[in-house]
């Protein structure tokens, strides 16, 4: 067994030892996936699960998770250049229904939600600066996160490892700016590390332009040779968030830097301020090890919507939103001995929305419409078993029990605009079970599956087509994974990763409309994704690195008149290469490229956005002066100048279903440091 600890938390490897070979060198490679909550490493986890170094990565203005998320297998990272959508990440077809966010998703930092206990989540209140590594977990072994049947993100921070202080800019085209300043103290017992951004821009596009201000501060801190606490706080603060609309498909291909006229008649745009805070505290001994957690924040929103919504039943066309929200998650894993573990656990979590509805006066404020309270109550229990039970086999089950309580209370009722309080409890079983063959030292092979399922979140309940209040009738959608893979270390350096996939939903939640920002949901009968992933990343040379990855999947409608067709939002492919030179003198050589399909934008089929095909190139120094050390980075981001769809909108229906990425520009970024 090899003990590995990740801020005081040990991580438990207890990888499969191939018959009548004692060297475990390989088979404890040094991937460990904290995302499985198996503990194991790379090679013997029985699933597909990705870790990236940021690092590795092309050096990025830190605005767009997706960045650091480029090349893992099944994830489809839609970067929309329009900061009041926020980044949409789809990994095997789920989540592609989001109008704005992640769906279907769970989204950790450092083990603590960011997703939101009805399921829906954004990602541009990560301070990616702070950011080391993440990791994805796809496949069967996730539906255990309970209302979460996608997949699993979970970001990594950088813990402090000397005392020191830095201050950075990274600038762009379109007058982006963006300055932070770092300070951090790592003395034997504590850690910390205080962080502040600024961020501007004027966008790519007309009415594009946005702000945004950033701070966190994070305390570690030894209590005791066993024990270790974790502060986090968080304050994303964006004032400014304009919003310049997708386009049509025929005026994307005559001009895609063009705004909407009705984006800048009704004034589009967002605010959002968005705080939370987290303690974690770690106890461990040799063979059990313990981890509870709790955190709070609060998310304000205001969001003014291209149209007036001045009917008494519409709700409005100025969302006004306050939620606040807290959770509590508490684990114990026990290991009596080195072939069996035991892990159990509970997750409470609450949401309270205070929701109003204005009409939108030509981007003003206008009369109330809509005026309500929301709760959401969220509970779960669940256990997993990990059992090797012959030297080169082993088993992981898990099974996890959610309920899940929504309260609606109407405050706006008048003759024409009925009471329209409603309540909706939802309580899903999920479990998933996997066993793993290790065919030798350096190769093994795993088969797994999982019954899972997704709740609609508050934001879909909370419009219908025809009239107001809750969409009663969108249910729950379940869904039956099936993964086979392997995976194989090859001369301690080339890892290689295989696996196939099948996956049959009932009741899948999907777009029913989508017009000018306002979205209503319903289930589809069936659905079904099948696809395959591949991977390879490690050195070429000495001085050459490299990482490869190719996700193909079909995923469409299995019923009814739409069976056959395509799900909309979903690429079929997508194809990733990158390559890193270590040159003289600390210099470095970066190159990326990356190809996507064809994507659908309806139910239909009747239109898609074009493939396309983006390279990045990138060069990196550093400089060190005694205890001062400098930084900086050039980048070339589409280099061939590709005009492309970085993201489109769901049976949008008014036919502007394109959003436009972005042609070619430099980008450079400096950074001052001085450790002490």
Same mark, same amino acid.
């Given at each position: 067994?090899?003990?590995?600890?990740?801020?005081?938390?040990?991580?438990?490897?207890?990888?499969?030892?191939?018959?009548?070979?004692?060297?475990?060198?390989?088979?404890?490679?040094?991937?460990?996936?904290? *995302?499985?909550?198996?503990?194991?490493?790379?090679?013997?986890?029985?699933?597909?699960?990705?870790?990236?170094?940021?690092?590795?990565?092309? $050096?990025?203005?830190?605005?767009?998770?997706?960045?650091?998320?480029?090349?893992?297998?099944?994830?489809?990272?839609?970067?929309?250049?329009?900061?009041?959508?926020?980044?949409?990440?789809?990994?095997?077809?789920?989540?592609?229904?989001?109008?704005?966010?992640?769906?279907?998703?769970?989204?950790?930092?450092?083990?603590?939600?960011?997703?939101?206990?009805?399921?829906?989540?954004?990602?541009?209140?990560?301070?990616?600066?702070?950011?080391?590594?993440?990791?994805?977990? +796809?496949?069967?072994?996730?539906?255990?996160?309970?209302?979460?049947?996608? %997949?699993?993100?979970?970001?990594?921070?950088?813990?402090?490892?000397?005392?020191?202080?830095?201050?950075?800019?990274?600038? !762009? *085209?379109?007058?982006?700016?963006?300055?932070?300043?770092?300070?951090?103290?790592?003395?034997?017992?504590?850690?910390?590390?205080?962080?502040?951004?600024?961020? &501007?821009?004027?966008?790519?596009?007309?009415? =594009?332009?946005?702000?945004?201000?950033?701070?966190?501060?994070?305390?570690?801190?030894?209590?005791?040779?066993?024990?270790?606490?974790?502060? #986090?706080?968080?304050?994303?603060?964006?004032?400014?968030?304009?919003?310049?609309?997708?386009?049509?498909? *025929?005026?994307?291909?005559?001009?895609?830097?063009?705004?909407?006229?009705?984006?800048?008649?009704?004034?589009?745009?967002?605010?959002?301020?968005?705080?939370?805070?987290?303690? &974690?505290?770690?106890?461990?001994?040799?063979?059990?090890?313990?981890?509870?957690?709790?955190?709070?924040?609060?998310?304000?929103?205001?969001?003014?919507?291209?149209?007036?919504?001045?009917?008494?039943?519409?709700?409005?066309?100025?969302?006004?939103?306050?939620?606040?929200?807290?959770?509590?998650?508490?684990?114990?894993?026990?290991?009596?001995?080195?072939?069996?573990?035991?892990?159990?656990?509970?997750?409470?979590?609450?949401?309270?929305?205070? +929701?109003?509805?204005?009409?939108?006066? @030509?981007?003003?404020?206008?009369?109330?419409?809509?005026?309500?309270? !929301?709760?959401?109550?969220?509970?779960?229990?669940?256990?997993?078993?990990?059992?090797?039970?012959?030297?080169?086999?082993?088993?992981?089950?898990?099974?996890?029990?959610?309920?899940?309580?929504?309260?609606?209370?109407?405050?706006?009722?008048?003759?024409?605009?009925?009471?329209?309080?409603?309540?909706?409890?939802?309580?899903?079983? !999920?479990?998933?079970?996997?066993?793993?063959?290790?065919?030798?030292?350096?190769?093994?092979?795993?088969?797994?599956?999982?019954?899972?399922?997704?709740?609609?979140?508050?934001?879909?309940?909370?419009? #219908?087509?025809?009239?107001?209040?809750?969409?009663?009738?969108?249910? $729950?959608?379940?869904?039956?994974?099936?993964?086979?893979?392997?995976?194989?270390?090859?001369?301690?350096?080339?890892?290689?990763?295989?696996?196939?996939?099948?996956?049959?939903?009932?009741?899948?939640?999907?777009?029913?409309?989508?017009?000018?920002?306002?979205?209503?949901?319903?289930?589809?009968?069936?659905?079904?994704?099948? %696809?395959?992933?591949?991977?390879?990343?490690?050195?070429?040379?000495?001085?050459?690195?490299?990482?490869?990855?190719?996700?193909? /999947?079909?995923?469409?409608?299995?019923?009814?008149?739409?069976?056959?067709?395509?799900?909309?939002?979903?690429?079929?492919?997508?194809?990733?290469?990158?390559?890193?030179?270590?040159?003289?003198?600390?210099?470095?050589?970066?190159?990326?490229? #990356?190809?996507?399909?064809?994507?659908?934008?309806?139910?239909?089929?009747?239109?898609?956005? $074009?493939?396309?095909?983006?390279?990045? /190139?990138?060069?990196?120094?550093?400089?060190?002066?005694?205890? =001062?050390?400098?930084?900086?980075?050039? @980048?070339?981001?589409?280099?061939?100048?590709?005009?492309?769809?970085?993201?489109?909108?769901?049976?949008?229906? &008014?036919?502007?279903?394109?959003?436009?990425?972005? %042609?070619?520009?430099?980008?450079?970024?400096?950074?001052?440091?001085?450790?002490?």
């Amino acid at each position: 067994m090899k003990l590995l600890t990740l801020w005081g938390l040990p991580l438990l490897a207890t990888p499969l030892c191939y018959a009548q070979n004692s060297n475990t060198d390989v088979i404890n490679e040094h991937i460990v996936v904290t *995302a499985s909550q198996s503990q194991q490493p790379w090679l013997t986890t029985p699933a597909s699960v990705t870790r990236i170094d940021i690092e590795r990565q092309l $050096p990025s203005l830190n605005i767009d998770a997706g960045d650091a998320l480029q090349g893992v297998p099944g994830i489809q990272a839609d970067s929309r250049y329009n900061y009041a959508q926020d980044t949409r990440l789809v990994v095997r077809g789920f989540g592609s229904r989001a109008a704005f966010g992640v769906r279907g998703l769970q989204l950790n930092i450092d083990g603590i939600p960011l997703s939101m206990p009805d399921g829906q989540a954004q990602t541009s209140s990560i301070l990616l600066d702070t950011m080391s590594s993440v990791e994805v977990l +796809r496949g069967p072994l996730a539906v255990i996160y309970g209302n979460a049947a996608g %997949g699993v993100v979970e970001w990594q921070s950088d813990v402090p490892q000397s005392s020191e202080l830095g201050i950075a800019t990274q600038q !762009s *085209a379109d007058n982006l700016q963006r300055y932070t300043i770092d300070a951090t103290y790592a003395g034997q017992a504590n850690q910390l590390n205080i962080f502040a951004s600024d961020f &501007s821009t004027d966008g790519p596009r007309a009415h =594009n332009s946005a702000e945004r201000q950033q701070q966190a501060i994070r305390w570690y801190t030894d209590l005791s040779d066993r024990q270790r606490l974790v502060i #986090r706080y968080d304050n994303n603060y964006a004032p400014l968030l304009q919003d310049p609309s997708a386009l049509t498909p *025929a005026s994307w291909r005559d001009d895609p830097t063009q705004t909407v006229q009705r984006a800048i008649d009704f004034n589009t745009r967002k605010s959002i301020h968005h705080r939370q805070g987290s303690i &974690s505290w770690f106890y461990d001994n040799d063979d059990t090890s313990h981890r509870v957690s709790v955190w709070q924040g609060d998310r304000d929103i205001e969001q003014f919507l291209p149209f007036s919504g001045e009917d008494i039943s519409s709700s409005g066309a100025v969302i006004d939103l306050s939620r606040q929200f807290e959770g509590l998650h508490a684990y114990s894993r026990w290991q009596p001995n080195t072939d069996l573990a035991l892990t159990a656990g509970w997750m409470s979590e609450f949401q309270q929305d205070h +929701r109003k509805g204005f009409v939108n006066d @030509m981007g003003k404020l206008g009369d109330l419409r809509r005026h309500e309270f !929301s709760n959401i109550d969220s509970h779960s229990i669940y256990s997993r078993v990990d059992w090797q039970f012959r030297p080169n086999w082993s088993v992981e089950t898990g099974v996890r029990y959610n309920w899940l309580d929504y309260q609606v209370n109407d405050l706006f009722i008048t003759d024409q605009n009925p009471d329209d309080s409603g309540e909706r409890e939802f309580d899903e079983l !999920s479990f998933a079970g996997a066993i793993t063959w290790q065919l030798s030292e350096t190769t093994s092979s795993y088969l797994s599956y999982g019954e899972g399922f997704e709740t609609p979140t508050l934001t879909e309940l909370a419009y #219908r087509n025809e009239g107001s209040g809750l969409n009663n009738q969108l249910t $729950p959608s379940t869904n039956q994974q099936l993964e086979l893979g392997v995976k194989s270390q090859i001369n301690g350096d080339w890892r290689i990763g295989a696996s196939v996939f099948d996956i049959r939903s009932d009741n899948e939640i999907l777009v029913d409309q989508s017009n000018d920002g306002r979205t209503t949901y319903r289930n589809a009968s069936k659905t079904l994704r099948q %696809g395959i992933e591949l991977s390879a990343q490690g050195s070429i040379t000495n001085t050459l690195t490299s990482y490869f990855s190719y996700s193909y /999947i079909d995923a469409q409608f299995d019923s009814g008149e739409l069976s056959g067709n395509t799900l909309p939002g979903v690429s079929n492919k997508q194809l990733f290469a990158r390559f890193n030179w270590s040159l003289a003198n600390q210099w470095q050589l970066k190159l990326a490229a #990356r190809h996507r399909g064809e994507t659908y934008t309806s139910d239909s089929n009747e239109q898609s956005a $074009p493939s396309y095909t983006l390279v990045d /190139i990138a060069v990196q120094k550093q400089w060190l002066l005694g205890q =001062n050390s400098i930084d900086g980075w050039l @980048m070339l981001d589409n280099a061939t100048d590709k005009q492309y769809v970085g993201s489109v909108v769901v049976n949008q229906g &008014s036919g502007r279903s394109f959003e436009p990425g972005v %042609g070619r520009q430099v980008s450079v970024g400096l950074k001052w440091s001085r450790r002490f």
